[in-house]
């Protein structure tokens, strides 16, 4: 591939003028303090307007992204979303809204996130929704302060464990600490399940809650999930949900079914806008009645005139964001509902799983299944074969990379050694997944006929392999202009 040339800046040259302030210098000069005043411009770029956008129109072309490749990112749902629902969270009545706008002037915005709150509630099986949660980790801290508050509110303040499983995401043992819980860990028994002979001698009056994700990280789906809830409830505890996975069971089962008490739902990747590159994310907490007091506050109230906030929550944990949630993503989330009906997510669901059952039987020939019994919207492959034979799965996510595929996600769950979690979604056709089958023997077959290609991959990418460690710990976001643009 042709070096990127980054650097474009040349002296005098201009991409726009800018107008001259209307208030003068001096005038400036007499209210700001002169500390904070240049002595000399700024060092800009200085590019035509010309090479600015070929400049960056060519780094997005760099960039993999779900509209020009495969993305197979285990419990992340990198799937194609609709741009209508971009279109419809640009619209004018919803673009130009401003937080602090008096609620008769928001009706319409109101309406929508009322009705959203519904419809999740509807998906979820529990009856009180709150969208003022920024994002998924967000929404955990958001639920576990309700069942932190709804024990205190019962003078049961011993209650002081957090029970999570081997399997669970990282997110959320981290934020079990952060509210200040103490954190047990329970082993999985060997089918990557919940082993409920762990989970008993953990059990007793000093827990609060258990935190799962159904189905787990292994794309399993818990079988023993009602007597868990049950064993839990005796013990006097809560069930947390962790909804990075509802895509696997959205109109098959409901979370309020299985027993659970509150949940989070990542409304950025369940229900359109993928996340990551660090965009904005989206998220509803949903909980049972006896938690409801605690609901963060303003809550959103329909009444015979119109909808309205609701500030008076004496129980509340009070605000966890500074608005309601990210609106442009509630939107997008609401449009995506609309558009399928409940009949269409169950659909979504279906399709989620047969797409990961196909493609983990394609892939069963060359790769080590971490479980054998069928899967739900993701799986997990080992690569214990491959390393044996020299090549660890991080060389396979490389040599990937050259051909046009994102890489799943790898050495995740850490109960699978050399782990590639692996999830379709359900909106890949088959020639798809067929092709990134063969794309993955292809590279099992290279590891046999030339190692050191697989070893040295990524050949083909604009950079090849990075100190990741340094890239992670000195990243370099600044830009300096270099001494001949100066």
Not at 236 to 263: H, Q, S, T
Not at 389 to 408: E, F, Q, S
Request: hydrophobic residues 40%.
């Amino acid at each position: 591939m042709e070096k990127l040339i980054y650097e474009k800046s040349r002296a005098g040259r201009r991409a726009e003028i800018l107008p001259k302030p209307q208030v003068p210098v001096k005038e400036l000069s007499s209210f700001i303090p002169a500390k904070f005043l240049r002595e000399k411009p700024p060092a800009l770029p200085e590019v035509g307007e010309l090479d600015a956008v070929r400049h960056f129109v060519r780094l997005s072309h760099l960039n993999h992204c779900i509209d020009t490749g495969f993305y197979p990112l285990g419990s992340c749902t990198m799937k194609y979303n609709p741009k209508v629902n971009d279109a419809m969270a640009a619209l004018e009545g919803f673009r130009d809204l401003h937080p602090h706008q008096p609620q008769d002037q928001i009706q319409g915005a109101l309406e929508l996130l009322y009705n959203l709150e519904r419809s999740i509630s509807a998906v979820v099986g529990l009856p009180h929704v709150t969208l003022q949660p920024a994002a998924g980790a967000h929404g955990e801290m958001t639920g576990l302060l309700l069942i932190k508050a709804y024990f205190e509110a019962k003078g049961e303040t011993k209650r002081k464990k957090v029970i999570v499983p081997d399997t669970a995401h990282g997110t959320n043992p981290a934020t079990a600490a952060l509210i200040g819980f103490d954190v047990v860990e329970i082993k999985s028994n060997d089918r990557g399940l919940v082993d409920l002979d762990a989970l008993k001698k953990v059990l007793g009056p000093d827990t609060a809650a258990i935190m799962l994700t159904n189905p787990n990280t292994l794309g399993l789906f818990e079988e023993d999930i009602m007597e868990v809830q049950r064993l839990v409830h005796e013990a006097g505890g809560l069930l947390y949900y962790d909804g990075a996975n509802l895509n696997a069971i959205m109109g098959i089962v409901r979370p309020g079914d299985m027993g659970f008490d509150v949940c989070h739902l990542n409304l950025h990747k369940t229900f359109s806008t993928p996340h990551g590159g660090g965009g904005p994310g989206g998220c509803a907490v949903a909980c049972r009645d006896l938690l409801e007091p605690f609901l963060p506050k303003p809550v959103i109230k329909k009444e015979a005139n119109g909808f309205k906030w609701d500030f008076d929550r004496p129980q509340s944990i009070g605000k966890v964001k500074g608005f309601y949630g990210n609106f442009g993503i509630l939107v997008r989330a609401y449009a995506y509902i609309l558009a399928h009906g409940g009949n269409g997510l169950h659909q979504v669901s279906k399709d989620a799983i047969l797409n990961a059952n196909y493609l983990k039987v394609k892939l069963s020939r060359n790769f080590v299944v971490a479980h054998s019994q069928p899967c739900m919207h993701e799986f997990v492959l080992s690569g214990v074969k491959q390393k044996e034979r020299g090549v660890a799965t991080l060389n396979l996510a490389k040599r990937l990379l050259d051909y046009g595929v994102h890489a799943p996600t790898v050495y995740f769950p850490l109960v699978v050694p050399e782990a590639m979690m692996i999830e379709p979604t359900e909106t890949e056709n088959k020639e798809t997944l067929d092709r990134f089958a063969e794309i993955m023997v292809t590279i099992d077959k290279e590891i046999d006929e030339n190692k050191e290609l697989v070893l040295s991959a990524p050949l083909k990418t604009p950079v090849g392999r990075l100190d990741e460690a340094t890239a992670a710990r000195k990243p370099n976001l600044r830009w300096t202009p270099s001494p001949q643009a100066v």
